[in-house]
């Protein structure tokens, strides 16, 4: 159904799937009490409703998404973002940032990237070049780096 639509209308389609959504899991009488920029955390989201919503999402989409979705895209609009990124990554919205650029490359690793490897080892390398020379970030494994840190790195101006 929203593979027909436009662009613009699939994505507001699928927002609204993701407020709706959200709306039913955390017991809400409607969606209009949903904000899709206000964090999942304050909306009252807990593990258990993290888990439902991204079970319900999957069901409704048919993408295997993760378990930690809520907690990697932390507001329904950003989980739309996600999801439509997985469900149409050669239309993805590009206003060519950074930002953009890695949440297409995310979108592609997550749906299962062949190259994986060479992605992984490309980003090893742009983080050391991001990282300072001296401090605690410059020994920072990239396994142990929370996501939050990775995308305050990017979020400092690189452009790819």
Not at 120 to 143: H, V, Y
């Amino acid at each position: 159904r929203l593979a027909a639509l436009a662009p613009a209308e699939r994505a507001q389609a699928l927002l609204t799937l993701v407020v709706e959504r959200t709306a039913k899991v955390l017991g809400h009488a409607g969606s209009a009490t949903v904000d899709p920029g206000r964090s999942f955390a304050d909306l009252g989201m807990d593990s258990l409703a993290a888990i439902q919503l991204r079970n319900t999402l999957t069901a409704a989409t048919g993408l295997a998404l993760p378990a930690g979705l809520v907690f990697d895209h932390p507001t329904p609009a950003a989980v739309a973002a996600f999801a439509g990124a997985l469900l149409w990554p050669d239309r993805a919205p590009d206003d060519g940032s950074a930002v953009a650029a890695f949440d297409r490359l995310e979108a592609a690793v997550r749906a299962g990237a062949p190259d994986r490897d060479d992605v992984a080892e490309r980003l090893e390398r742009l983080l050391r070049e991001l990282r300072p020379e001296s401090g605690p970030a410059a020994d920072e494994d990239i396994g142990s780096v929370p996501v939050e840190r990775l995308f305050a790195i990017i979020d400092q101006g690189t452009e790819l």
